[in-house]
């Protein structure tokens, strides 16, 4: 009876400490799901009560929609925007984002709301490539960036200093084409934009020319600043959880860190070098004022009237600034326009005998010329919008309460414009997929409203756009008055978009291209 008894309590006490398992299991998962739901429900009702813009459900503790996220991201916020409706409250992480996708909504961001939304929000990227947010591109909004924008208005950008550097970049154009006629057919164009691209900035930049030329050294040092370029653009593009979700940097979760901490370092020694290269070459030509002056020269000579302000560390930042912002973004518009081009060949035929006539066949295009080729201006402009080189423009910071298009906004928002979705809405465009610059005809410039905006808006626009569109026009025309061009098989050019800040192409463009015959005279002197 005792042993009966033993196993009869056993049995008892077993079954008691299952069914407490499950109740405490049972407890846990009522105790989660009560908290998930009070959570969705004060969500959805802050949203009502605070007149914020619509979200999306869930939004998930702690991540937010961050589950949302899928590359591409201009075409994954499109295809939400598409069931959303043009202005959407996201939450990344502990980060609140308001998504926008319409002209009209854009156009009350950057004009009514234009200071409150000129911040940049902090990111990992900015605090180390952007020297601790000082930099032109990361610096909020204040005195400090002022002076930046005016620098690069009045001394480095301007229409006069642009007109001092023509010859640079009508001289560099003609090498070019100098080195596709030595060169056999089939070309890679993606490096020939690249090389040509890089070379351009850095005569004006610092003078030298760094592909084509004949000093092994120069060369070397060219290499080594492409890999610094290449490396910076690669992880530009790279994605930082840590921005969304600081507790991730708690945990030293963050090998994005230390690569971009050894990239400054490089950077750093490049251009520090570069720049005792000048101010020793400054030094030795004291005296003589024929010379034009670099960009670098010229701020090195504001360094000498005010050396607390225009530090090294200053003008390295800056200089590194008007490379990532000209280089890639020029170089990539290029290749899609004339992989455009190959893809409809009477649109090439048609600007051929734009340049024909109105250039002629007896010089090579200038810049100059570009106002007078309506139909090569068109050409570029439905190369931007079709593949913008910013597709998301770059993010803003809101730095109080605001209103957008009726809805409360709150201080501390990041904004993210989908310049490319506004590009290809077919409510705004007939057949947004086909090109067709003929749309553009009549359009003066490269914006038309806010539907099209490839340089952004506002006080926090592109500085740069009057160079970005002398150096593409000049290129392309050039290259049409020259050449005549092949896709390499009978297949069409891939125009697969690949990952990236601004928009490469997946495969590089590879094309056949020969001398024209009407040109022939002309390119027999160079």
Known sequence: MNLLYKYACVAHNKVMYQAIQKMEIMYIYISLSLFVASYLLTTHFRHKIYNLPPTIFPTLPIIGHLYLLKSPLYRTFAKISDKYGPIILLNFGSRRVLLVSSPSISEECFTKNDIVFANRPNMLFGKILGNNFTSMVW??????????????????????????????????????????????????????????????????????????????EVAEEGKRFKMILDEAFSLAGASNLGDYLPMLNWFGANGLEKKLIALQKKKDAFFQLLIEQLRKQKGGEAGTNTKKKTMIEVLLSLQESDPEYYTDDMIKSFVLILLSAATETSAGTMEWALSLLLNNPHVLEKAQSEIDLRVGRNRYIEESDIPNLPYLRCIINETMRMYPAAPLLAPRSSSQDCVVAGYHIPRGTMLLVNQWAIHNDPTLWTDPKRFNPDRFEGLEGARDGFKLMPFGSGRRNCPGESLALRLVGLTLGILVQCFDWERISEDMVDMTEGAGLTMPKVEPLIAKCRPRLLMQNLLNEL
Do not use: C
């Open 139 to 216: 610096a909020p909004y204040g005195d400090h960036w002022r002076n930046l924008r005016r620098l690069a208005a009045t001394e480095i950008l301007s229409n006069h200093r642009l007109n001092e550097f023509q010859e640079i970049r009508s001289n560099e154009s003609r090498l070019m084409v100098h080195k596709l006629m030595l060169n056999s057919s089939p070309v890679n164009m993606k490096l020939v934009f690249y090389e040509f691209t890089l070379n351009v900035m850095m005569r004006m930049i610092s003078g030298k020319r760094y592909f084509g030329g004949d000093i092994p």
